[in-house]
């Protein structure tokens, strides 16, 4: 069975500082990679996605990650948060194939501070 | 992108009563549909599967008999839990595969449950 750990429970940062919240799978088959918010009181929001191809994945707000296979991780970086950026990030998996769910990480929170 | 739509996003209830919380594709068929429950600080934790035409698929440790899942058409799954008790409220959250052969899942906005 698929799992995915999320190492940072929570982080805290200043505005402008980097962003890197660290995501590894374990599955030996071929995957689908998420990285999804969930701003306070709203719904899951999708950052970004791998399917295939480039392995570093740019999404919305400026958030990018990159899938290293050989370390089975899909890390979520940010160069310079903002205080909007305050939210909880949750890393999810799937098996590249059609019907499957999605398998999430216990999510990280980040708070950033203005 | 597809559009998911829950309903009710907030529904509070007495303990021993049932409730049900539906889940429509607005803009897809949705073959398959999957329900989530998160609980305050946590992660997302899979229910079980919804199939159009046929019985759901629960997870391991999920109660089938408490969590009815019916899957009754391409863009319709509802989610009752039956004699709900305070430990049943929760975040549920579903989500749709749009399309064949796609591994990306549209969310729902999700639905708070409270039980008193």
């Known amino acids: 069975a698929q799992s995915v750990s999320q190492h940072n429970h929570h982080v805290i ?48 707000k400026g958030f990018e990650a990159e899938f290293i296979k050989s370390k089975f991780s899909f890390n979520l970086r940010k160069p310079s948060v903002q205080w909007s950026d305050t939210a909880e990030y949750f890393c999810a998996v799937n098996v590249n194939q059609a019907g499957t769910a999605l398998i999430f990480g216990k999510g990280t929170t980040l708070s950033v501070s203005s | 992108g597809a559009v998911v739509s829950q309903h009710p996003s907030r529904v509070i209830c007495k303990s021993g009563t049932s409730v049900k919380i539906e889940c ?51 863009t ?30 549209f969310f729902g906005e999700g639905s708070r449950l409270t039980v008193l």
């Open chain 1, 13 to 60: 940062l200043s505005e402008a500082a980097s962003l890197e919240l660290g995501c590894n799978y374990s599955y030996g088959g071929t995957v689908n990679l998420f990285w999804y918010v969930q701003y306070p009181g709203q719904h899951l929001q999708l950052l970004l996605k791998y399917f295939s191809g480039d392995p570093l994945v740019k999404g919305i």
């Open chain 2, 24 to 74: 429509r594709s607005l803009d897809f068929q949705a073959t398959t549909m999957f329900w989530y429950r998160q609980f305050p600080k946590k992660s997302l934790m899979l229910m079980a599967t919804s199939n159009e035409g046929s019985k759901a698929t629960y997870e391991q440790g999920v109660e089938k008999d408490k969590f009815l899942i019916n899957h009754a058409s391409l």
């Open chain 2, 76 to 105: 319709l799954s509802t989610l009752t839990v039956t004699s709900a008790h305070p430990e049943d409220s929760s975040f549920y959250i579903c989500s749709a595969i749009a399309g064949v052969n796609t591994g990306e899942l």
